[in-house]
């Protein structure tokens, strides 16, 4: 099938506009690299996106210049954001979803995406929440929590007052939390939900207050809930996870790990810089033909460095993430890989946000969820058995086990594991000792027989260097005890625990 051509990004009508163009265009490619199965795909998919995200904005604004009263929309970023959805999918429904990750493609076509598009008191909470938001508000709220810049770059690219932008953000948390609640109290929902609705209230408005037993039960069960109960609790570090969940669908964790990686990298588009540049800070305004060759050149090359920093693995090693998703020989980096980038290193336990607990498994062994966040959800084929690794099986590797939070009937940890040899992709497992049950995990895929897990590796962080690392999550359910568990071992040896 012949592919369309690739349209032109819309020119810019002002300096401000001009300037949305540069802040936004990093994330919108990071993102359709995420939903695609080559370099090629994600920039058109990107920029077909980017063309009807920004044609809607216009949309949306004339409409509100006209009849004087506000028109409700998401922010530039997440409104960006979900026009990549909706492109991959119209892109589906064209005959083109041969182009896309297989895993969005599954998606696409089950319940949860039409969550997104179905009637409004169906859809996500956070979604809800942050439309019913001021703008101003709503844009405060995602750049500090999901694209995770820094409190001073988000206060110069919103306007605010630096000194002031820490309380002001406080403020918009409460403010999202509140209109959470109210959605979540309008939300059609069942008497046994509706019984727990105030308890969950309650509960999640204070760090102090204990969980009761039956309450957890219950989140633990029903995804509705443990949607709001991530949507409501401000503390403990799952609001980036809600909000990136609850408005870009598929893949939100995994975008949310590359645009930490940009942000600590310093390579975060629409800085001051990238604005210079360019010539947007003097308000100049590009000609006609922009789409690659004008005012977005900077900014495209920025964005280029972010993706490549963003796509690294944990452990440091150099050019993880262009590896194929394993439908494309042609799977590259969008960023040129001539560009040097520095080095990531390994993540430290624990400073992933905590994804929103889901149903855990209990009938399966293996993890249910077919949406793992940008990642393949193959489970491990048998608890012993490499993955059929292209290198030997390691036995010289340290590992350490941390529980990072921990409540009645649950925890969540991480396993970082060091090797001492280059790996082509990984296979952990481990032990445990009280009977604990893992129901979720990020950064690779599950399958629990009995007391033993097998972690195996996502595409996009399966390469090991020798020295290097990675690291896993996971949510865990456990009842008379929560040991550390034993016997852990890298693709069949042994590894030492260090932790």
Known sequence: MQESPMPDLPTPQDAAEAALFSECWDAVLSYADLCT??????????????????????????GTKSTGRRAPRLPRIPLLLTAVRTTA????????????????????????????????????????????????????????????????AVARRLGLDPAAAAEELAQVRALFRDRCH???LDTPMDANCRSYARL??????????????????????????????????LHGGGLPAALAGGVIGWGGLAYLERRRRAAEAGLAGGRTDAAVDTGLAEGKVA?????????????????????TVSLMPFDGSKGEGVSARGDSADRQPVADPGVSSPSATTRPAGSLVSPQPSDPTTDSETNPDPEPQGTSTSPAETPHTSPHPTKSASSSCKVKYQIDSEWPDGFQ??????????????????????????????????????????????DYNKSVTAGGGFAVGFLASWQDGNSVPGSFTLNGGSCTNVG
């Open 413 to 458: 940890a991480t396993v970082t594991v060091t090797s001492a040899k280059a790996l082509d992709t990984w296979q952990i497992a481990w032990t445990f000792r009280d009977g604990q049950r893992v129901t979720q995990m990020w950064d690779g895929t599950f399958a629990q027989h009995g007391s033993q897990v097998t972690a195996t590796a996502a």
């Open 287 to 307: 000609g006609p033909r922009i789409g690659r060759t004008g005012v977005l050149v900077a900014a495209v090359i920025v964005s280029a460095l972010a993706l």
């Open 89 to 152: 999918a119209a892109w589906e429904a064209h005959g083109q979803g041969h182009r896309l990750d297989p895993d969005l493609r599954l998606w696409l076509n089950s319940e949860k995406a039409g969550r997104y598009t179905g009637p409004p008191l169906h859809r996500p909470l956070a979604l809800r929440g942050l439309r019913d938001m001021q703008e101003p508000d709503a844009a405060l709220l995602w750049l500090a929590e999901v694209e995770s810049l820094p409190l001073p």
């Open 182 to 184: 109210r959605n979540h």
């Open 37 to 62: 199965s080559g370099s090629a795909a994600a920039t058109q998919l990107a920029t077909e996106a980017f063309t009807h995200g920004i044609r809607e904005a216009r949309a949306v604004g004339s």
């Open 200 to 233: 969950l209230d309650a509960v999640t408005r204070s760090p102090e207050a204990e969980t009761p037993e039956d309450l957890s039960r219950h989140i633990a069960r029903c995804v509705d809930c443990a949607e709001a109960a991530a949507c409501l609790r």
